[in-house]
């Protein structure tokens, strides 16, 4: 299969197809909308569904084959703030509060994007490691972290005050809903093991594609009442919101090889690098780092980057991954 | 039946707000408040609170006037600059005066 | 089986007998409530699952086959107001706009109601066309614009005015989210054919019955509090909602069959004739003839001719049909 | 600290008007407005919000008093009497005279 | 435009005592209401409505200034001592006297 | 099995977990928040599942074998308040309204201990009679209609005012949303029968224990944000909420038994005595006996009774029906 052909049967996927219906529904202005209690339930069912399936797969694994890829997401996650904030900062003249903020997103992760990677790699029947998840999982704070103190340093004037805000911040990236759903499902997915897994399977893991399509639906409302930000955002932010990702997709699919993963689990990590948080960072930046603007960092990873990798990204790795590991 | 007379301060403003809010107004010494999300627009660009990106809250509390005074004081020197916000005052009359 | 075994065996499936049990909540004034999300979520999903479906089996059966019988649904849901609105006028001494707003109600139609007939044909182990779903879907929007243009004529002073109006007329009747809904599904089935149903089957069609169920229970409790404005309407209205639904159900049955449909779209196509819309026409209504009385046209549609169709209508429809067949 | 007096107008209206109340909002020259879904009843029946067709809408808006009252106006011409609606309008003090 | 004064009484309580309110709503002769779903904090805890039993309502209604009165009289003597609740009444005006 | 395995195997249940996941969340003040909506459309899915469930299995055994068991257990949950009253009057030095009201609360029965109970029962392969939901539906009012006269009659003065609260108090008993759905389900069930199930059971079976997990993941919380309150409430009532249970479950095993139930239904039997209600005796309560304080009966029937019973009551209910019945 080539790389067009994989983004073409991508594209052809309910998945994709239901995200482009959404982005339709916002673009023609239709007066279809999700209400908010629907989007959240629609969430927490995503998080926890993917974090106790990985947390069974955790369980039949074993920690000692999880660890060591573990700790390289993590790493790769609190590092990527690091090169994208100069680049920001130097390259797009971005103020420092700004570039900290954006470069804190990209750092994260995004999990819907995840669990699409995943829904392609079994729509292409390619098997992947299930407790990959742990990855997503471990992924998601450190670079929010790092940002918020990247942002800080640059900001600071008053220490006492920025303590407060960074504990803030730390009690958000550690304790906010989408970490805390995750990890805690994993935790109790790994604690059940198959027994739980037989229990809830039904609810959990059958219906679970149906959901992500319905779910893609709003998410492309989401991003479509964005586009009209574009313009604000410039051009340096909309190349920047394609071109990490795929150097950051790359390094990913490399760190996963170099880990031991397998071909699905390394195209998976590199789905993370590649992919920018549009839920625990932007609600981790807002409260301490209020100073900086929200249109940037949401418009650049809910309107260029969560798109282009739902689109295009994820095949696009996946055909990197088959060449690395070929 | 005796009316004492009180200020109802009004805040609408992005829902990641709302927790610095709401420390505020223990800070202050308001003795309560209500909250409820709501939909907006204005300068800062439509709310349509499709994600909690774009929510918005409303918050109302009734407090003594000099009290009033302060809260809005903190919200003009340190929310304004930096959330999609509107906060106004205006009277309001109670029953009873010291729960407020 | 009989007619009379034909509505019995209606009567006592789970769909019905929720909607009794809602009737009932309404009646004693239970404090049972569904929160409007949750209204909204059941919607949502409905449309998106009978839309996929009707989508996957067009790409089956393949448009050749479709575009008659759709043509021919179209034609007869532009063409029912045209006798309904004089009928209303005259027979009934409506005020125009109100005719012509009650008018737009019976030409369109009812989402809900044409998914419950596939239900009662499922039971009755009845096959029909899957694709019927492509005639719900070109049946929602003529007989609004009809509608609207007839109550225009009917009170228009001022012209400019009366176009902008219409112009949001003629958005809501095509982007407006029940109609945006299932013809997007459609679309997406249509794309994704059966490996797209494949995927999303355990979420959008092994649950559907149960959630129709459960939606009807809301249904029937958004009926009963209408049943109170049964006397605002008056007489002539209340048989309105019950001989039109019949005459309209056999001129669609044999519309059907005239336009070479089996058994079970026939059926289908009479149910969709008799049905009155309660989602999309109101909404367009109240926007472009906000003059008319929401009163008549939704306490006909909602408390008279739904709950009409649902309990006896559909088994009606279908001995009509056996016996047209025969 | 300067308050500035401005007219908080609420409007409360079938869910289907919306849209033509914000239009109306923005043509009158409005910087803003908040909403928010309600319950109510009154002369034209109970909204219980059960589905869309019975839902109810709160709408405030803080303006000058001049543009208040051209849009109470509008309102009573064109609004009135089509739709299930109330507005009043009440003083309120703001901080920021230009944010409205 | 003639602009007649009523009165808005707004009241904060918890969700069950909405229905006992609305009776003595309509009792006390209001002609309609308005009412929504708040959180809340105040002298008998937080009110985060997870779930019903922790529920608040905040209820809105425009009326003449004697129904006002006698209104809150019923609520100081019968709710008060009862009830998580709030009441406060301000000024407000509207267009359509009859209405009220 | 010995009883603290039985312990162990309930605690690493998912449902079990998600609950302690829950609990977690709001002792660590973690943002997650089930939108009100969400709480509602979980109870409305639980209430006519298990009520739609037990009514198809009421039409398979037959009323003859139902009742009796049925009566007893109505008889014992009305009996339950006229000891829990003095036992509060006296020992716990509560004023008599207070008393009356916890009264009616273990009196009354809680769904969701229930349901979990059978899903235990489920787990360790126990059978059991699918007519038990009988039981829980018949013990909701009864106890709380006793509870509110009780109240009553120790504290009225103006009769006539009375009555018509009372009134209300039955209205709520019968009519509220809880016992409503779930009698009303259960009667759509013994309707419906065997053929009914197989339309529905996709939606309202297969997937039920794990909407059952997510259900608890968010009662943990609701019951951990009310874990502050236990200092308010004192120690006599932490160790009422805590020994009545142990009692009653006892009492109500036995109970079963002697009504000629098995195994199984003498431990939901056990169940639903030892159980306090946390959704329809509050409502109705606060109605009709609004001096009561509220923190009393929620603190104690909400952070105590109801985690007691998931964590360790249930599989000690098990053990002590097995020790019976041996
Ligand atoms: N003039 C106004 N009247 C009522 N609400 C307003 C007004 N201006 C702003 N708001 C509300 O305040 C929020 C933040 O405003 P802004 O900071 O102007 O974007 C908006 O989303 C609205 O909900
Ligand atoms: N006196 C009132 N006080 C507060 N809200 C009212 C009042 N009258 C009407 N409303 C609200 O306005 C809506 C429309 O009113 P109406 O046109 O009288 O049916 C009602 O559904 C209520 O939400
Ligand atoms: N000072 C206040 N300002 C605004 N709302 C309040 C205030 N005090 C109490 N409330 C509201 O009234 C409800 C009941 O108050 P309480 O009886 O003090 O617990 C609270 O949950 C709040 O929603
Ligand atoms: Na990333
Ligand atoms: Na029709
Ligand atoms: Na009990």
Redesign the pocket.
Known sequence: MSILDAIQANLLSPAVLFFALGLIAALTKSDLKFPEPLYVALTIYLLVAIGFKGGVAIAEAGLAKVWLPACAAMLLGALIPLWTYPVLRFGGKFPAVDAAAIAAHYGSVSAVTFIAATNYLKAVNQPFENYATAFLAVMESPAILVGVVLGKLATSKSGARDMTSLKAAMHEALFGRSIFLLVGALVVGWLCGKPGMAKVEAFFVTPFQGVLALFLLEMGMVAGRRLEDLKKVGPFLLAFGIVMPLLHGCLGVWLGKLTGLELGGAILMGVLAASASYIAAPAAIRMSLPDANPTFYLTSSLAVTFPFNIALGIPIYFEVARWLYS | MNLHPMKLVTIVCEAYAQDAVTKLLRDTG?????SFAVEGDGSQGKRPADIREFANVQI????QPETATRLLERLATDFFPRYAMIAFESNVRVLRRDK?
Do not use: S
């Open positions: 308001a003795h309560g408040w209500t109302e509390v009734v407090l407020f």
